[in-house]
């Protein structure tokens, strides 16, 4: 199994403001497909009272994320048993916990959830709101770079695909120092029509053909920022 699907475990109910359900129901097919959902834990750990101690009943190596509702009147995880399940889960993922009591950032937030148990158990934490409103571009990040970047689910102003049509942009305009035809025709353009839906059509081609180099930049310029 390769490391793509994230899960994410949220009692809200759908009908509560940024529930998950709501939020799931905003993403494509494709998106969807990267997400398991669980409202509950009883497929995924089992609590040993006495042993105060945690039982994986499901394997979270192959998930790079897991997402957790960390609610302080229903919690899902008793609070003793928290340190000891993160302990567990962050050997091979990253956790994320979201509740509408975080406080609001632009920047990811981690922090050590007990240095008394663990000095490296780190965990991100989140306002439900912002997980709510960032997480398709988060899930992007991985459709369109290949990877998972926390920094997408903490920021609004920025999104996967505009980087990714910078970053193809200016190996285009190293190309466009050899020539134009040497431009059009590199697998960058053609990757950079096909992240906004376009083809590399011979219509295509010979518009961009006839351009000067101003022209050139100044209408793939337009198209990242248009779209």
């Not at 799931?24 to 101690?53: A, H, Q």
């Amino acid at each position: 199994m390769t490391l793509n699907k994230i899960i994410i475990l949220d009692d809200k109910a759908p009908s509560e403001d940024f529930s998950t359900s709501q939020l799931l129901s905003n993403l494509t097919v494709e998106e969807r497909l990267l997400v398991e959902y669980y409202e509950s834990t009883e497929t995924l750990w089992l609590e040993i009272n006495k042993e105060d101690d945690i039982v994986l009943m499901k394997d979270f190596s192959n998930y790079p994320f897991i997402f957790i509702h960390d609610s302080f009147e229903n919690p899902l995880i008793k609070d003793g048993l928290k340190a000891v399940l993160f302990e567990k889960l962050t050997k091979t993922s990253k956790v994320v916990l979201f509740s509408g009591s975080r406080t609001e950032s632009e920047l990811p937030v981690e922090r050590i959830y007990d240095d008394k148990i663990s000095k490296d158990t780190f965990c991100y934490e989140i306002l439900r709101r912002q997980y709510f409103n960032n997480f398709k571009n988060f899930i992007d990040s991985y459709i369109i770079i290949g990877q998972y970047h926390i920094k997408y689910l903490y920021n609004p102003y920025i999104n996967p695909k505009k980087d990714k049509a910078y970053t193809l942009f200016e190996i285009i305009k190293t190309d466009l120092e050899e020539s134009i035809q040497n431009a059009i025709e590199s697998n960058s353009f053609k990757e950079l029509l096909s992240l906004y839906g376009y083809m590399k059509s011979s219509e295509i081609l010979s518009r961009f053909s006839k351009m000067n180099d101003d022209e050139f930049i100044e209408n793939l310029e337009d198209l990242i920022e248009t779209n």
